[in-house]
């Protein structure tokens, strides 16, 4: 069966960089809203297992898709193919330090529409290691009261500078101090994964306790997918359910 087949698929239209661009974006469930950011190479089948976790438990879940193949299992060739794309993309920062993803604005325009759609306290947003910075630039928006990075690992942490890099611009990295003391932010990585670099370190040093740091054992990477752990589903719900249920 088609993994999507019982999601509703429209279009989302905001500007990116100046221009106007057009993403996919699936939906299904009720309840509060929460954004799902998907990783490389694209909307894989592991992906939307976790859009339904999601759902079971009661939210209104978008999977926007960005980039990639969709609707397939993970494949080391995906990743090969989608990557060489990525690079040349206007949308995505690969190795820039110091700058927003562009994609942001276009991901920011999509929690403001689902928040005026559902109302409420706001809308969750989690990214996932290439995109796992966005739901920090996301949080820039009010919409956003749940963000969740997952294994973030842009700019890819060739040295030191990319490897603390939150793939935010100065007025966003300011916009995520002032933000956190009334909203949160979970971050779950593996603990011996290098793809996150020291970006939790970094956000520690920038809002303090107010970065909730989930750090699993062992070598892994996709916390919510590939390598899904348990205890990482369970905080992103537990996150989730205290931010988004007024």
């Not at 206007?90 to 689902?114: D, I, Q």
């Amino acid at each position: 069966m088609d993994a999507l087949e019982t999601w509703t698929r429209s279009e989302h239209t905001a500007d990116v960089d100046g221009s106007p661009t057009t993403h996919p974006v699936w939906r299904k469930g009720s309840g509060p809203g929460v954004v799902v950011v998907h990783e490389v190479p694209g909307l894989t089948t592991g992906v939307i297992a976790f859009g339904e976790e999601l759902v079971e438990a009661g939210y209104t879940v978008l999977l926007p898709h960005l980039f990639g193949p969709v609707g397939r299992p993970f494949g080391g060739g995906d990743v090969l193919r989608t990557l060489p794309r990525l690079c040349v993309s206007r949308e995505f920062t690969m190795l820039a330090t110091g700058v927003t993803t562009p994609v942001a604005g276009w991901l920011r325009s999509l929690a403001r529409e689902l928040h005026a759609e559902l109302g409420g306290p706001g809308v969750g947003a989690l990214g996932m290691c290439f995109t796992g910075g966005f739901a920090l630039a996301m949080m820039v928006d009010e919409s956003v009261v749940a963000p969740v990075v997952c294994q973030p690992s842009v700019p890819f942490p060739v040295g030191g500078r990319r490897a603390a890099d939150l793939n935010l611009s100065p007025a966003d990295t300011e916009a995520v101090r002032r933000r956190a003391s009334g909203c949160q932010v979970l971050g779950i990585r593996y603990a011996a994964d290098p793809a996150v670099g020291t970006r939790f370190d970094t956000l520690t040093s920038l809002i303090g306790d107010d970065f909730v740091r989930v750090e699993l054992p062992g070598k892994g990477h996709s916390t919510v997918t590939e390598q899904r752990s348990q205890v990482a589903v369970d905080a992103v719900l537990e996150f989730f359910g205290e931010r988004l249920r007024a």
